[in-house]
């Protein structure tokens, strides 16, 4: 290529420049034969990685904010292949699956203790300039979690901490997670494959395949990039029937990925690039990776099934906890240069559907007994919990920035606008509730819906005064909720001097919520059938000021940001048997919150980046204070439902830090390290109708929050690695080992009070230290990388997730919990051009 299609490639947004050059510097750090980037006489330097986390490509040691990359070529070194193994390795970040209760689609993500128990996501998740995070859309019943793109043909991995809502706007309140695609080059072919064959101890195989490519078309005028990969993750926790304790499903918590992307750029004119793409990717749980554990009281009911200790892990659900889920996203990207500025525009439509089915039983058949009913005496009673969801999300994002990087001014203004539509459906299948209310009436009604006794009284009708919906749903429930939003943003950053600089950036934003919500069923109370609707809009400001210091080998800054995320609407709690637990807490179905508005954080942060030795070692270290406002929080009640409100203050503070250093010519160490603390810094008091301060049985005053009192997600990370390079038969190789450990969770003391009679678990099951090594030993044969791997080296085995099928009865010595993947050896092939 040269002339005209020279400067149209060379013109492109200088973030295109940012990521071949991040993708090469990232190989040179973590590809075995090329640790080194560049020779300075005897010495070796190692080079910058480029990210757009500000929404133009800098060096990462440029950037004024707490961030940690991974390329494609480091994610294959450390072994990551989903969002599981990133958050492994990046301090001051959180994620947990769901655990015992459902699929393992379900899952919780947080940054520096920002957490997301209920309403919007407080975490950013984007592919490329799309948002993807979702919502739960009403606290009882309809539940959401996030989707993420398995890590195939990635150019890389950015995680911001810190509050990014000035350029990345709603659900960026604690922090944001970028996974950029490589885009389509005009002038260059490249491909990259990858295989794996893993064995899991106690467990079956994994395996995966994929492959990538693109190139010009027409050379500097149209290219391509296209990739289609398929994983499968072999299980370890078997299934059994309850009754007569035989497998059903060996390995049954295996997984089955698929992802394919196709991208074309497109330049019909000089400094024009016009990039339409379509992503899309469908994973298939096959069941909860959650056993059953042995009761932690040894005079109490003991399950029979597996042995923990030899681990042999089980799970004894009637109902196998599968969900299907898939995604879509087509985007067209259109990037045009001026003179001395860009404009560019994403335009792009999210779809993602997903049909999951958890096991009711424990509740249907646990709550309405007492919890002295696990499993009943007819295997073929069964609860199922059948749940479709859709999500469809268009975002239009409209940004002007400017490109002189001569100019003591640089500065981006934007306009965004999204559309957010989601569904779900929830029906609870039990049309044998029946018999087990039959006994309290003597025999004197009729168990079965389906086939009445003439003359008698319906026994679910009878004792909880609904009937079964359609004569087999206990719950019945279908929510649709729109999210609107639109917003302008600005942030412009100013050369004082050569070295000191200003930052202010400004976003204005306008949401609303509108939902309806149709439920029938005993469990939903009177009138069976219905339906409710609702509506909530807010109005949102979130500024950012900073102060950096910049010289030859040395960032250092200070900045004051706002971060916030959306409010909501609650649908009412209708059932009488809520009222109780509704008066405990000073409320009843009438005057408890029809909606909640939004919270806020306003985060105070002091970081510093520097090189020494001749570029040998680099350091990323940064102290923060987050103050959480108006914490969105859902408060549940004993009969099962539960609301969504506003309750109490927070503060969050830590530090965070990340060391690489050259030791030797051919031996690289990284350490990465986070300490967080989150506790409650108001003390909110459960008052009464008339505003009078309201007491337990043993006379204590009952509290939302207590000042001082611990919040789940402080804790303790360390991360580190060591890579050695040598030659083998004059075959460049290397030998790499990565560890990291997460301290024991601190126990959450803050008490949020549902009923007189509760009696909850949530803070008793502490979560444990998690420590986990990982080793790779391979070999560079020209284009080809081949390694063989042991994950989970000392084959560490955490109890991690515990909870109670049922906080009383018998149902209450029912514990299940999750753990690592146990110790996994395989081998795996990768090919780059």
């Keep these: 290529m040269n002339g005209k299609n020279d400067s149209l490639q060379q013109s492109r947004m200088p973030a295109q420049r940012g990521r071949a050059i991040a993708t090469a510097v990232a190989t040179a750090l973590c590809v075995p034969g090329a640790v080194f980037a560049q020779n300075q006489g005897s010495a070796m330097q190692l080079e910058e990685v480029v990210v757009t986390a500000t929404r133009r490509a800098e060096s990462i040691r440029e950037v004024p904010v707490s ?3 991974f390329s494609q070529a480091q994610m294959d070194a450390q072994g990551i292949r989903q969002i599981d193994d990133v958050v492994r390795l990046t301090p001051g970040v959180q994620f947990g699956r769901s655990g015992g209760f459902g699929s393992d689609s379900g899952s919780m993500i947080s940054i520096r203790g920002i957490s997301s128990g209920a ?4 975490t950013g998740i984007y592919i490329d300039d799309t948002p993807i995070q979702s919502r739960a859309l009403l606290a009882s019943g309809n539940f959401s979690a996030n989707a993420y793109p398995q890590l195939f043909d990635v150019e890389r991995v950015e995680v911001l901490r810190g509050p990014q809502g000035t350029l990345f706007g709603s659900g960026s309140e604690g922090g944001a997670i970028r996974f950029i695609t490589p885009e389509p080059s005009l002038t260059k072919y490249s491909a990259y494959a990858r295989s794996e064959l893993g064995f899991t101890q106690y467990g079956a195989p ?12 027409v050379d500097g005028k149209l290219g391509f990039r296209a990739s289609i990969w398929t994983r499968q993750d072999g299980g370890y926790v078997d299934r059994a029937n309850w009754y007569t304790h035989e497998v059903v499903d060996e390995n049954a918590n295996r997984t089955n990925s698929m992802s394919a992307r196709l991208a074309f750029g497109w330049s019909p004119i000089e400094n024009l690039v016009i990039t339409p793409s379509v992503f899309f990717q469908r994973i298939k749980f096959n069941d909860t990776s959650a056993f059953f554990l042995p009761s932690d009281d040894p005079a109490a009911f003991q399950q029979p099934l597996g042995n923990v200790s030899r681990h042999d892990y089980v799970n004894g659900h009637t109902v196998r906890q599968w969900a299907d889920q898939k995604l879509t996203l087509p985007a067209l990207r259109i990037d045009y240069q001026f003179a001395n500025m860009e404009l560019i525009s994403n335009s792009s439509y ?7 089915t958890t096991d009711y039983g424990f509740l249907d058949f646990g709550n309405w007994t007492g919890g002295s009913m696990l499993f009943p005496d007819d295997p073929s009673w069964t609860a199922p919990g059948y749940a479709p969801q859709n999500n469809k999300y268009f975002t239009q994002e409209l940004r002007l920035q400017s490109t002189n990087d001569d100019s003591p001014l640089q500065w981006v203004v934007g306009a965004f606008y999204s559309k957010n539509d989601l569904d779900m459906t929830l029906r609870v299948n039990n049309p044998h509730l029946g018999y087990i209310f039959q006994p309290w009436l003597g025999g004197a009604c009729s168990p079965d819906p389906a086939n009445p006794t003439p003359g008698m009284p319906d026994c679910v009708a009878a004792i909880l005064g609904i009937p079964l919906y359609e004569g087999r749903y206990p719950y019945y429930g279908t929510t649709e909720l729109t999210d609107k939003q639109t917003a302008l943003f600005g942030q412009v950053d100013y050369h004082i001097t050569d070295r000191l600089i200003a930052t202010v950036g400004l976003r204005w934003s306008d949401m609303s919520t509108d939902w309806s919500n149709a439920v029938a069923g005993p469990i939903n109370g009177a009138p069976s059938p219905r339906v409710d609707a609702g509506h909530s809009s807010n109005t949102s400001v979130t500024p950012k000021y900073m102060l950096s210091w910049k010289t030859e080998n040395t960032l250092t800054y200070a900045s004051a940001t706002k971060g916030f995320r959306n409010g909501g609407v609650n ?4 059932n009488a048997a809520c009222g109780g637990d509704l008066a405990d807490i000073g409320l009843t179905a009438q005057t408890m919150p ?3 508005g939004p919270d806020t954080v306003w985060s105070y942060e002091l970081g510093s980046k520097f090189t020494t030795d001749g570029g040998r070692l680099t350091v990323d270290a940064s102290v923060y204070k987050v103050d959480w406002n108006d914490i969105i929080r859902n408060v549940n009640l004993q009969c099962i439902l539960s609301f969504t409100t506003n309750l109490g203050k927070a503060t969050s503070q830590g530090v965070d830090l990340a060391v690489q250093w050259q030791a030797l010519d051919n031996l690289v160490l990284s350490f990465n390290g986070s300490y967080g603390d989150v506790h409650a810094t108001q003390t909110l008091p459960v008052k009464d109708v008339n505003g009078n301060p309201m007491y337990d049985s043993e006379g204590r005053q009952r509290l939302w929050t207590r000042n001082g009192a611990s919040l789940l997600g ?15 038969l004059e075959l460049p190789s290397y030998a790499r080992l990565d560890y990291s450990w997460q301290g024991r969770e601190r126990k959450g003391d803050a008490w949020h009070p549902q009923s007189a009679s509760y009696a909850g678990d949530g803070n008793l099951f502490q979560g444990p230290a998690i420590q986990q090594a990982n080793l790779r030993i391979g070999t560079n044969l020209n284009s080809w990388d081949v390694s063989l791997f042991i994950n989970n080296l000392t ?7 515990k909870g109670r099928a049922l906080s009383m009865g018998m149902a209450r010595h029912l514990l299940t919990a999750t753990t690592l993947r146990p110790r996994t050896i395989g081998l795996t092939a990768v090919y780059r051009y």
């Design 795 to 801: 084959n560490e085995q955490p109890i991690l997730g």
């Design 571 to 574: 649908a009412p709690v209708l």
């Design 67 to 69: 961030i940690t990359a």
């Design 206 to 217: 994994s395996y995966e395949a994929g492959i990538a490519g693109g190139g010009p078309l």
């Design 594 to 596: 029809k909606s909640y």
């Design 350 to 356: 999210y779809k993602r559907s997903e049909e999951a």
């Design 119 to 122: 309403g919007g996501s407080t």
């Design 714 to 728: 402080s804790s303790v990370m360390v991360s580190g690695a060591a890579q050695y390079s040598f030659d083998v």
